[in-house]
């Protein structure tokens, strides 16, 4: 049951984090980032008590959600890069998709919601600069982008996504987070409203804590609870 003594220990984790920053642990989601693992680990964290969770890949997905069909309550979500050929296969299997980078694939997946009837909640992945992170979107035009997204009738913006450089020191990180945060509340100004809930998804196994300390709403969090990933 080492799945879920990882997950009571994250959740300590995130507790302390949000006190030290002021904040109340009800304002963090922890997302069990579960890629590459399967079934059996995924109910082990359900029977611990989580009931959201990630995957990178629309076609790992696609048996993966389904064979959860039975237990009802869990909450899917898109991490990883979309290509806009898989929107529609997206939509269908995930309730939110964190990796929206441009007007036309937010505007394909709009298309598709509103054909099948299904509303999804999707988050802006900006790209911050970091070199490994080859996807996002630009933070100077972000404003623009986000207003147009906002305005699609199929989907419901609801913040901000971003994916930093992997540093070291998780406090070398944090000033990618306070800039997330700081583009969040520019766009809020600016346009009252627009991203909805206003959820900051930042922060991973290694560097989560230093994310809630800069506001993250959503954690992101796959090896600390699940293990290390074998390489793909
Ligand atoms: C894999 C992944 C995570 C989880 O990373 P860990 O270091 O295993 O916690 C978070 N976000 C995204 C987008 C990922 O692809």
Request: hydrophobic letters at 40%; glycine letters at 8%.
């Amino acid at each position: 049951m080492y799945i879920a003594r990882n997950i009571e220990r994250i959740i300590e984790r995130i507790a302390r984090a949000a006190a030290l920053a002021g904040r109340s642990t009800d304002e963090v989601t922890l997302l069990a980032i579960s890629k590459t693992f399967d079934r059996e680990a995924i109910s082990q964290a359900i029977d611990a008590g989580l009931t959201k969770f990630g995957e990178n890949r629309v076609q790992e997905a696609e048996t993966k959600i389904p064979s959860f069909a039975g237990r009802p309550g869990l909450e899917w979500h898109l991490v990883g890069h979309l290509q806009s050929n898989k929107a529609r296969r997206a939509v269908e299997l995930f309730d939110i998709i964190h990796s929206v980078d441009s007007y036309r694939l937010a505007e394909r997946l709009s298309r598709t919601c509103l054909e099948i009837q299904k509303k999804i909640s999707v988050l802006i992945q900006i790209d911050l600069g970091g070199e490994e992170t080859k996807f996002g979107a630009d933070p100077n035009t972000i404003q623009e982008l986000a207003g147009s997204i906002s305005q699609l009738p199929g989907l419901q913006l609801d913040g901000l996504m971003t994916i930093p450089p992997f540093l070291e020191n998780p406090d070398d990180v944090r000033p990618f987070f306070a800039r997330l945060r700081e583009l969040r509340d520019s766009i809020e100004a600016a346009q009252p409203g627009c991203l909805g809930r206003r959820h900051l998804s930042m922060g991973m196994s290694h560097d989560f804590e230093a994310a809630i300390r800069e506001g993250a709403t959503i954690v992101r969090i796959g090896t600390a609870i699940f293990g290390s990933r074998r390489n793909l």
